[in-house]
T-cell receptor, first 113, second 109 residues
Framework: DGGITQSPKYLFRKEGQNVTLSCEQN?????MYWYRQDPGQGLRLIYY???????QKGDIAEGYSVSREKKESFPLTVTSAQKNPTAFYLC????????????FGQGTRLTVV | KNEVEQSPQNLTAQEGEFITINCSYS?????LHWLQQHPGGGIVSLFM?????KKHGRLIATINIQEKHSSLHITASHPRDSAVYIC???????????WGAGTKLIIKP
């Protein structure tokens, strides 16, 4: 079955460490997205990619980095420069075009201690 | 003003009640999604709509493209329906997803 997989579901890291969140899709989708959610808040766009080897900053890109070396994969690195990394992170993917469905990962809850 | 507005922000109801959650948007869209987020964070996609109405079990989603409005209905609500329900639209200009802030639903037994 096609789908989008985020791992792990829960992640704990020490302050000052970089951490990479995984997002893989086997849907042949061109576009992939990373969002962040803080308690009681809506989801905000961190980075998105519409094609391999290209990505764009979203609204809150500072302290994050991404790569898109393969169509299937869009890993997000939370760097030590991110001041408040503890949050829920959601990956999504979609085809370009009208009326097309987006697919969503289960999310990763990152806690930095 | 946010491009996607949900109402109400919070909703508490008794088991068995008919529930309606609303989503209004101000941009041109190619699709609208309803998602469910349980405590602990996992997100489940409920519906994708580009027109009309969809039904899945006790859940019904409708969209009115002219009025730029969608509703999510839950019939015979149950405590296990307690979750945050989120509306997200896919913009037709750049295909980006714009999210509503979510509606926190609590169903009391």
């Amino acid at each position: 079955d096609g789908g989008i997989t985020q791992s792990p579901k829960y992640l704990f890291r020490k302050e000052g460490q970089n951490v990479t969140l995984s997002c893989e899709q086997n849907l042949n989708h061109d576009a992939m997205y990373w969002y962040r959610q803080d308690p009681g808040q809506g989801l905000r766009l961190i980075y998105y990619s519409q094609i391999v080897n290209d990505f764009q900053k979203g609204d809150i890109a500072e302290g994050y980095s991404v790569s898109r070396e393969k169509k299937e994969s869009f890993p997000l690195t939370v760097t030590s420069a991110q001041k408040n990394p503890t949050a829920f992170y959601l990956c999504a993917s979609s085809r370009q075009g009208m009326g097309t469905e987006a697919f969503f990962g289960q999310g990763t809850r990152l806690t930095v201690v | 003003k946010n491009e996607v507005e949900q109402s109400p922000q919070n909703l508490t109801a008794q088991e068995g009640e008919f529930i309606t959650i609303n989503c209004s948007y101000s941009v041109g869209i190619s699709a609208l999604h309803w998602l469910q987020q349980h405590p602990g964070g996992g997100i489940v996609s409920l519906f994708m709509l580009s027109s009309g109405k969809k039904k899945h079990g006790r859940l019904i989603a409708t969209i009115n493209i002219q009025e730029k409005h969608s509703s999510l209905h839950i019939t015979a609500s149950h405590p296990r329906d307690s979750a945050v329900y989120i509306c997200a639209v896919k913009k037709d200009s750049n295909y980006q997803l714009i999210w509503g802030a979510g509606t926190k639903l609590i169903i009391k037994p």
